[in-house]
């Protein structure tokens, strides 16, 4: 199967400046291993990069050049905005497949150590480049087939989900019914369908037939009083079998029966993820890997619509899809990171430096040896401080320095530059006693520890506090 190894975005929408670089994770066989989740503020890029993939696929219209471009901070958009993609695994075998057989080798001389790299810019939206080893070159005629190459379907919080419950062929729902046909192609129902349909459309001995050749013969008359003698007649050819259900539509009697279509946003975006969830169930992991196109799949805030079971749920079948194909996912919710391999996921933090926006891999700057946590994803990507990361990073330095005990380490603490310029009040068996003075650490660890100190209940931390206390045992960390 092919991936998508990297992307490389340059003056793109928010991502002012050059090469902002994105390593994507790539399936492995095992749960999680190809799914990749955006996280961080609105505004921050998590959906540009979906919209970035999209433009390197399928470009955009001369008119919306001015919508993807940076802007910078005096408003103007001097340099054109560019899209990179590497992609790796089986490249060739996918080629060699879904490349028409005149193209293939504009493809295959390109490979470099089997890898291909593609990019679309600005300057000339129509043309896809491929990297020549060392520069880009534009082989003729190469956007259809390389839009060919592969699959990928989009599911906006914003649009629509209507769509992607239609019968296209490269929908989720094309996709579940075509393979479900491809199994019955060699069936004996199958084979009674084609010779009633061959029987109907073109057996001399049919009424529709007989009909058609009345227009046949009507259209040679006049071509051969026009051109020439010649033989007109219409030949049905047997229907894809994919053709059959483009007509189809999804029906849903909650007590009125109507048409998906005429159903409310809510419903209809949980009946599209309903059908991403028996997707999974059904093809990611029967599918011939060697044979079946490049699919991946995007989605933009899962949560929306979802209820806190709904959304775990719905993280399970993704992590079992991404077991053989590339996930790709934005949220804000964390139902989509409470789950044991996310040390196995590819978790991206998304923030914005001044006006432009910037990634980071939540595994480059680990603050554990468990990271990455909830807590620690929650201040990285909106700066929001929590008591499990307080927890964390108290236990984490207590752990690092030896100092187990209260006192030991308030003494470390202090010695690393610290102030113990709080003052605690400790209770036994309800009656407080001498208040000491404690660091900012301890007196809040103190607070989440003992919620039943009743002396101290109106003397609590505030969050600027708590967010001053984890940046500094950060410093220490």
Not at 61 to 77: A, F, P, R, T, V
Not at 151 to 168: L, R
Not at 451 to 461: A, F
Request: net charge negative.
């Amino acid at each position: 199967m092919m991936f998508i190894k990297s992307i490389c975005i340059s003056n793109f929408k928010g991502f002012i400046g050059e090469d902002h670089t994105i390593n994507f994770n790539i399936p492995n066989g095992n749960s999680g291993s190809g799914l990749n989740i955006f996280v961080g503020e609105n505004n921050s890029g998590k959906s540009t990069v979906f919209e970035a993939i999209d433009f390197l696929r399928n470009g955009t219209k001369d008119e919306n050049i001015c919508l993807i471009k940076s802007k910078l901070d005096n408003g103007s958009q001097p340099n054109d905005s560019s899209v990179e993609m590497v992609f790796c695994g089986d490249v060739e075998n996918t080629i060699t497949n879904f490349v028409q057989n005149n193209k293939q080798n504009a493809f295959l001389d390109l490979l470099d150590n089997k890898e291909l790299k593609a990019k679309r810019d600005s300057s000339s939206i129509k043309k896809l480049w491929l990297w020549n080893k060392t520069e880009y070159t534009n082989p003729s005629g190469i956007d259809a087939p390389f839009k060919s190459m592969f699959e990928t379907n989009f599911i906006w919080a914003d649009t629509n989900p209507n769509n992607e419950a239609s019968f296209g062929a490269t929908t989720l729902c094309g996709l579940l019914l075509k393979e479900i046909a491809k199994s019955h192609i060699n069936s004996e129902e199958y084979s009674n369908f084609l010779s009633s349909f061959h029987q109907v459309f073109n057996s001399s001995d049919s009424e529709l037939r007989k009909q058609i050749a009345i227009i046949e013969e009507k259209v040679q008359r006049i071509f051969t009083d026009q051109f020439g003698q010649a033989n007109i007649y219409f030949q049905f050819e047997e229907l894809k079998i994919d053709s059959f259900f483009k007509n189809t539509s999804i029906f849903i009697n909650d007590g009125v029966d109507i048409p998906m279509s005429e159903k409310g946003n809510g419903m209809q975006r949980s009946l599209a993820l309903a059908l991403l969830q028996v997707y999974a169930e059904e093809l990611a992991v029967s599918q011939n890997t060697n044979l079946a196109k490049p699919f991946y799949l995007f989605i933009d805030e899962p949560e929306i619509c979802l209820h806190p079971k709904g959304q775990t749920k719905l993280l399970k079948s993704l992590l079992e899809i991404s077991k053989t194909k590339q996930v790709f996912l934005t949220t804000h919710s964390p139902y989509f990171l409470s789950t044991p391999e996310l040390k196995h996921i590819g978790l991206f933090i998304f923030t914005k430096n001044g006006i432009s926006n910037a990634v980071e891999n939540s595994s480059s700057t680990p603050m554990f040896p468990w990271s990455p946590t909830w807590g620690e994803i929650n201040f990285k990507a909106y700066k929001l401080p929590t008591v499990e990361l307080h927890n964390e990073l108290y236990g984490k330095l207590q752990s690092d320095s030896g100092n187990f005990t209260e006192k030991m380490f308030e003494q470390w603490l202090i010695s690393k530059g610290l102030q113990a310029n709080k003052k605690w009040t400790r209770e036994c068996q309800g009656s407080p006693k001498t208040p000491q003075k404690v660091t900012l650490q301890t007196f809040i660890r103190n607070h989440i520890h003992h919620p039943e100190n009743q002396t101290m209940k109106n003397n609590l931390y505030t969050e600027s506090e708590l967010f001053q206390s984890i940046q500094e045992m950060i410093n220490l960390l």
